[in-house]
Every structure is written in C-alpha cells, then in structure tokens.
C-alpha cells in the first residue's frame, strides 16, 4: 500500500493543552458566575459573563483542532490583556482604596495570561498538535 493512502495518525489534544481546554470549558464559566452571583450586577460583571461565554467556544474550538483555533486564541488573549487593563485602570483611577487581595488577583490573572500566552508561542506539544506556534 503506497504511503499516501495510509490513514493518516489523528492528533489528540493531551497534557496543557488539554488542562487549558478544560480550564476554558469548565472552570473559568464557573467561576465568572460564581462572581456574577456574588457581586452587584453591572457592565463589568456582563464583560466577563460575555468573556467566559467566547472563552467556552475557543476551547471547544481548540479542543477539536479547529483549523481557525489560533485566530479564535489570538483574539481570546487580545480580550484578557484589554480587560486586565480595564480592572488595573479601574484600581488605580476609580477606586484607589482597594485591598490588597484584588491587587492580588489582578497580578495573578496577569501572570496567568502571558503564560499561557507563552504556552501556545512556544510549546512542542501545540506545534506537533496544530503544525505550528500561536
């Protein structure tokens, strides 16, 4: 059997690349409304519902190997780094006298986000998954 007709390996989602799927998928949507039902309602707690919502269908996306994945990532991060910037300018210019625990959590987000930027930029296992780099 010539070497073209053999069926071709198919390329599974595993390891970090799954965690992020699943932290997409699941626990992120979790959380957010776990906010949402805790906090007042208003545009900010909407801008994340609507954030969890997209992050939901770029890990499904991702998940099945969506050949547009990278865009749907490319934009997903776009909008984190956007509402990370909206929540500092929040704590700076809004409100000043927050707590320690939202700088906090806003630190964390942060370094979360470029690493998982930094995941999909230079991780072997998206490069043999997708055939390249975010």
Known sequence: MPAATLPRK????????????????V?????????AW?????????AYIVWAGFGVLVGIMTWNLYRHSFVLLWIY????ALLLAMRIA?????VPNRN???????FRSA??????FLYFKRSDRVKET?????
């Not at 198919?10 to 998928?25: A, P, S, T, Y």
């Not at 626990?27 to 906010?35: D, G, H, N, Q």
């Not at 320690?100 to 806003?106: A, P, S, W």
């Not at 997708?130 to 975010?134: D, H, K, P, S």
């Open 90 to 94: 929040d704590f700076i210019f809004v």
């Open 27 to 35: 626990i992120a949507p979790l959380f957010v409304m776990f906010m």
């Open 10 to 25: 198919r390329k599974e989602v595993d390891g970090w690349l799954m965690f992020f799927c699943i932290l997409l998928i």
């Open 38 to 46: 805790s906090a007042e309602p208003g545009p900010d707690t909407a």
């Open 130 to 134: 997708f055939g390249r780099n975010l």
């Open 111 to 116: 370094i979360y986000s470029i690493a998982w």
């Open 100 to 106: 320690v625990h939202e700088i906090t959590l806003i």
């Open 77 to 80: 991060f776009g909008v984190t």
